[in-house]
């Protein structure tokens, strides 16, 4: 009923930019929490950036300065801007969204995205 779908991943050079979308459709009422993690070759899959509906924000140490999280809670779409990239932010990206089903749903659930692909070369 409720799908998460990524997009903007690719194949890059260390130093360039990707921008990455998800965007959930289906059965939601609101979203609570939409974040990015990624999970890398013989690593355990790790928070990138969060953002809450309204607005805070928080990130990885590893991407503070270079990446930038946003959402367009009209859309229930969130953002990812990566700037600088390096070899070491090559992974797949997954986006989590939390998120209530009705108005008079008690808790929240959470779907996961299927992931992009960003591998930077060099």
């Known amino acids: 009923q409720v799908q998460v779908v990524e997009s903007g991943g690719g194949l890059v050079q260390t130093g360039d930019s990707l921008r990455l979308s998800c965007a959930a459709s289906?059965?939601?009422?609101?979203?609570?929490?939409m974040g990015w993690y990624r999970q890398a070759p013989g690593n355990q899959r790790e928070l990138v950036a969060g953002?809450?509906?309204?607005?805070?924000?928080n990130y990885a140490d590893s991407v503070k300065g270079r990446f930038t999280i946003s959402r367009d809670n009209a859309k229930n779409t969130v953002y990812l801007q990566m700037n600088s990239l390096k070899s070491e932010d090559t992974a797949v990206y997954y986006c989590?969204?939390?998120?209530?089903?009705?108005?008079?749903?008690?808790?929240?659930?959470?779907?996961w995205g299927q992931g992009t692909q960003v591998t930077v070369s060099s």
């Open positions: 989590k969204v939390v998120f209530r089903r009705t108005i008079l749903t008690p808790t929240t659930d959470t779907v």
């Open positions: 289906g059965s939601i009422f609101s979203i609570d929490i």
């Open positions: 953002i809450s509906r309204g607005g805070s924000t």
